[in-house]
């Protein structure tokens, strides 16, 4: 019974911590293994088909890309620096759906507005306590 009541409390902090694990991970695992890794292994290829909105230069926009979709995930994935790893990664997002890609439809971007939000809540909540960030402000404060 003890872990029922620990389920159904809507402030337990368990489950908070817990559920905002499993976001961090997912969020990070999606993002890293979906958009990053294919962008960084096949550095050749995305520099011919990367769009350059701002008119930097593919190699620039590609390093920016690769940065928020494989350095900030895995950051996200270890709790580190966690709030300022999502910035990042929901500018590339942002610039995706709004300037890359406007005439998308939301079915079309709903990858991408998904990955707006997880990030997005992320960065106002932080990576929680089961995180490496969450265990050196415990250590800090005690």
């Not at 003890?2 to 999606?30: C, I, Y």
């Not at 930097?56 to 350095?71: I, W």
Request: hydrophobic share 55%.
């Amino acid at each position: 019974m003890p872990r029922l009541k620990t389920f159904l409390d809507p402030q337990s902090p368990t489950l908070t911590a817990t559920g905002l694990l499993f976001m961090r991970v997912m969020a990070a695992l999606l993002l890293l293994f979906i958009h990053g890794l294919p962008k960084l292994l096949n550095w050749g290829g995305e520099l011919q088909r990367i769009e350059d909105p701002f008119g930097v230069g593919a190699p620039l926009t590609l390093g920016l890309a690769v940065f928020a979709e494989v350095a900030c995930p895995l950051l996200l994935l270890l709790g580190v620096a966690a709030r300022l790893a999502c910035l990042p990664v929901l500018a590339v997002l942002l610039v995706a759906l709004v300037v890359v890609h406007p005439d998308w439809t939301l079915e079309q971007g709903q990858f991408a507005w998904l990955l707006v939000a997880l990030y997005g809540g992320l960065a106002l909540t932080g990576p929680g306590a089961y995180s490496v960030s969450g265990m050196f402000w415990r250590n800090r404060v005690a």
